[in-house]
């Protein structure tokens, strides 16, 4: 099942707060970025993020989930109507996560 633009958007009201949110859409579902950085993304209209220490430190209750079969777990993130605790989660987990690879020239 694909994600819907409606979730999206709320998401990203949501993060709304953080400078640099971003999105690409990938095969129906929605990978987001923050200041250049792949945070996690949203699988069939769920928010998950990438299981880095800080996440999980700042989740007391991580429950792990695959976006999709064949996937690594992701942490899933419940607390999507609060903007205080996503812009904190975003924030703590960005020194974790790794930088984009640099692209290829031709």
Do not use: C, W
């Amino acid at each position: 099942m694909a994600s819907s633009k409606e979730y999206l958007k709320y998401i990203l009201e949501q993060l709304s707060a953080l400078d640099e949110i971003s999105y690409r859409s990938m095969m129906g579902e929605f990978i987001i970025y923050y200041r250049g950085r792949i945070v996690g993304g949203i699988y069939d209209n769920r928010l998950l993020v990438k299981p880095v220490k800080a996440a999980i430190s700042y989740m007391k209750t991580a429950q792990y989930e695959l976006p999709y079969e064949g996937a690594k777990e992701m942490l899933l993130v419940d607390e999507v109507d609060s903007k205080e605790f996503l812009t904190g989660l975003f924030h703590v987990m960005y020194e974790e996560l790794p930088a984009p690879k640099p692209k290829k020239k031709k």
